[in-house]
Structure formats: structure tokens, C-alpha cells
């Protein structure tokens, strides 16, 4: 937060004593598809993936998280609607949650409360059109090469399936991109 906004310690401490810290398994599902969801997570540690399941049961991965971000269902949270998403650990991850009745304290409480929530929400409608262009005019190469500047180190923490899901490529075009990337000079 203090990389954000400007919040004095007392303010921190009010805002953060409504919280809690939860430790989540590797695996475990934090937000589901069908419910409305009523948290907004800031990851201590660990890694979050965001994914939809189609119509044929198969998983796309939207989006990860890495330490030190905020992640939720943004758009279910702030309609009240049921998500579509589903929101996973990919490993040990320790979680501040922070509930709807938290974040509401946050906007009306702390003196720069509006002004964090607007830049964590222009943060994110940046981070999706941004991806949304790369998916359009970018190639697969491109986005494979620029994937660790937006996720350091997400080649040794998550499974390759889900980085080619995320990329829209398919684990063997993942594989080839990756061989032709070993045989570089």
C-alpha cells in the first residue's frame, strides 16, 4: 500500500486489523465460478492463477498473481455478480484478505483510501488491454518472450500446460518455441 499511497501507521494498523492473513495449500481454490465473490486477496507469498472453464470443461488461464499483488474477480467483486472465474494457488501462498466490508473502511476511512482503489483498478484495466492487444498483435513468439518481464521466474513456478493456456498456444507449440529458444547463439 505504501508504494501506492501515502498512509501514516496508525491508519495501516486500523485498516490492516479488520484483515487476515490465511495460509492456502498448494492447489486450493479461493473464488469460485457460480458465487458472488466477497474478497480481494494481496499475496504475501506464493503464486494465484486465475482461470474460466469452458463448455467442455477445459481450463484457460486468464491471468497469474505474484507476491506483492492484489487479485480477485475484480469485476464480479465490484458488480456483486457471480464470477465466471475461478482463482487457484500454484503453490504455498499466504493471502491478506480483505473482505468487501474491509475494502468499503479502506475508501472511507484512510485518507488516500479512493485514491488506492483507483489505482489498483487502473492498474488492472491496464494489465487486460494490454493483454488483450498483445493477443492480437503480438506473435506467439512475442508473447512467450515478454511473459517473464510481465511474471519473473513464472517458467520455474508453474507448470508449462498453463503457461501455453495463457500464451493461446498449445503445449507442443510451447515446447518448439522453447527448443528454438535453447538453440539461439
Same mark, same amino acid.
Not at 487486460?128 to 518472450?145: A, L
Given at each position: 500500500?505504501?508504494?501506492?499511497?501515502?498512509?501514516?501507521?496508525?491508519?495501516?494498523?486500523?485498516?490492516?486489523?479488520?484483515?487476515?492473513?490465511?495460509?492456502?495449500?498448494?492447489?486450493?481454490?479461493?473464488?469460485?465460478?457460480?458465487?458472488?465473490?466477497?474478497?480481494?486477496?494481496?499475496?504475501?507469498?506464493?503464486?494465484?492463477?486465475?482461470?474460466?472453464?469452458?463448455?467442455?470443461?477445459?481450463?484457460?488461464?486468464?491471468?497469474?498473481?505474484?507476491?506483492?499483488?492484489?487479485?480477485?474477480?475484480?469485476?464480479?467483486?465490484?458488480?456483486?455478480?457471480?464470477?465466471?472465474?475461478?482463482?487457484?494457488?500454484?503453490?504455498?501462498? %499466504?493471502?491478506?484478505?480483505?473482505?468487501?466490508?474491509?475494502?468499503?473502511?479502506?475508501?472511507?476511512?484512510?485518507?488516500?483510501? %479512493?485514491?488506492?482503489?483507483?489505482?489498483?483498478?487502473?492498474?488492472?484495466?491496464?494489465?487486460?488491454?494490454?493483454?488483450?492487444?498483445?493477443?492480437?498483435?503480438?506473435?506467439?513468439?512475442?508473447?512467450?518472450?515478454?511473459?517473464?518481464?510481465?511474471?519473473?521466474?513464472?517458467?520455474?513456478?508453474?507448470? %508449462?500446460?498453463?503457461?501455453?493456456?495463457?500464451?493461446?498456444?498449445?503445449?507442443?507449440?510451447?515446447?518448439?518455441?522453447?527448443?528454438?529458444?535453447?538453440?539461439?547463439?
Amino acid at each position: 500500500m505504501r508504494q501506492m499511497i501515502e498512509v501514516g501507521e496508525e491508519e495501516l494498523d486500523n485498516f490492516l486489523k479488520r484483515a487476515r492473513i490465511v495460509d492456502f495449500d498448494k492447489k486450493e481454490i479461493l473464488s469460485a465460478p457460480d458465487k458472488i465473490p466477497h474478497d480481494i486477496f494481496f499475496i504475501n507469498k506464493g503464486l494465484i492463477r486465475v482461470f474460466i472453464t469452458d463448455s467442455a470443461g477445459t481450463e484457460h488461464s486468464i491471468h497469474f498473481a505474484l507476491e506483492n499483488q492484489f487479485i480477485a474477480d475484480y469485476s464480479s467483486f465490484i458488480q456483486q455478480s457471480p464470477s465466471l472465474y475461478s482463482l487457484q494457488t500454484l503453490e504455498e501462498t %499466504q493471502v491478506v484478505v480483505l473482505p468487501r466490508a474491509v475494502i468499503e473502511w479502506g475508501y472511507n476511512n484512510l485518507a488516500e483510501g %479512493q485514491k488506492l482503489g483507483r489505482l489498483i483498478a487502473e492498474y488492472y484495466f491496464m494489465y487486460q488491454d494490454h493483454r488483450i492487444k498483445n493477443s492480437y498483435i503480438r506473435t506467439p513468439k512475442q508473447r512467450y518472450d515478454s511473459i517473464a518481464e510481465v511474471f519473473p521466474n513464472i517458467h520455474n513456478r508453474v507448470p %508449462q500446460h498453463m503457461i501455453a493456456s495463457y500464451l493461446g498456444i498449445t503445449p507442443i507449440h510451447l515446447s518448439r518455441l522453447k527448443k528454438a529458444e535453447m538453440g539461439k547463439p
